[in-house]
């Protein structure tokens, strides 16, 4: 991962996606999110991807980014509704859990994540503390951004500065994050940019936390299990990955997905395909969007 100050291309992309939903797709939207767009910046005079930003609503009226080719509405329209979907049922799974009492919320490479912010004012979410992992420049230039725009950073949200090749569990037991309490552990866009050992070992530890914990996971499928019309969009997406620095490193078939999760230790393991996802978020559509199998989710439980 890169370790500049500021998000990676990849969380940049991501925010632009969701914001893109809002814009391109006819409503009901799969879910409403532009906080990241207004943290991203993307049109600030000087910024590159995510700069520093003089007037916070530069954003959401200046519109350029939408030129930029990923985000062309037409190529990226089974892509952004495969994002969209993934944040809407992450944030599902986490309601879920905190209205059955889980308190803890911890988000693995959480880049532009706004949960946050769109939910501060959410009954079920009151209860919850939400633990934001990420790169030390990443979390030093959210936390400036979330003041800039006046979102602020308050007690029951931490922001944690980690070394994913070191200690980085320790660093969040030692900001507060308690593994024999509950959580709710989300990883999402991250696995293909680690080997298999690394993502074995995450899921060991994850799966040492309390019972009544989970895990919920994206993963890419092998290029030949996506669909035919999606397949060059990966292969684009793979050479943009390695030209920026952060290669795909690895790609999984469901089974061994759910294999690795319960060769750690994990009593329970779900695989959501998106045909699942299609039915949930995208049934009474019109316009045909729907999210693609390129990246699916797992849900492990403990």
């Known amino acids: 991962m890169p370790t500049e100050a500021g998000p990676d291309h990849t969380a940049v992309r991501t925010a632009l996606w969701r914001a893109l939903h ?6 009901p939207h799969v879910i409403e999110d532009e906080v990241g767009l ?14 520093t930003v003089e007037d916070a609503d530069t954003a ?3 519109e350029g980014w939408r030129a930029r080719p990923d985000m062309d509405v037409e190529a990226t329209r089974r892509t952004r509704a495969s994002i969209v979907a993934r944040a809407r049922f992450v944030e599902d ?8 009492g889980v308190d803890q919320y911890l988000v693995l490479g959480a880049g532009l994540d706004t949960f946050a912010q769109r939910r501060a004012a959410d009954a079920v979410a009151a209860g919850l503390r ?7 420049g990443a979390v030093a230039w959210k936390r400036r951004r979330l003041t800039e725009l006046g979102y602020g950073v308050p007690g029951w949200l931490t922001l944690v500065p980690v070394d994913f090749e070191g200690d980085w569990w320790g660093q969040l037991v030692a900001a507060g994050f308690d593994p024999s309490r509950p959580a709710v552990v989300a990883s999402a866009g991250v696995t293909m940019y680690l080997t298999e050992d ?8 994850i799966a040492r936390l309390a019972p009544g914990s989970t895990l919920v996971t994206t993963f890419l499928r092998p290029i030949e299990d996506v669909e035919p019309d999606q397949r060059e969009q990966l292969r684009v997406a793979q050479r943009g990955a390695r030209a920026a620095g952060t290669p795909f490193l690895s ?6 997905m759910a294999a690795l999760a319960r060769e750690a230790g994990f009593r329970d393991t779900r695989h959501v395909p998106a045909e699942e996802l299609a039915d949930r978020y995208f049934a009474d559509r019109t316009d045909g969007l729907r999210p693609s199998r390129g990246e699916e989710i797992l849900v492990a439980s403990v």
């Open 60 to 62: 959401d009226t200046a």
């Open 93 to 100: 799974l986490v309601l879920t859990a905190a209205g059955r």
């Open 198 to 205: 690394a993502v074995a070992a995450t899921f060991r530890r």
């Open 38 to 51: 207004r943290l991203a910046e993307p049109d600030a005079a000087g910024a590159a991807g995510a700069g």
């Open 22 to 27: 809002l814009r391109a797709d006819a409503p």
């Open 251 to 256: 790609f999984y078939a469901p089974e061994r």
């Open 130 to 136: 939400v633990f934001e992992a990420d790169r030390p």
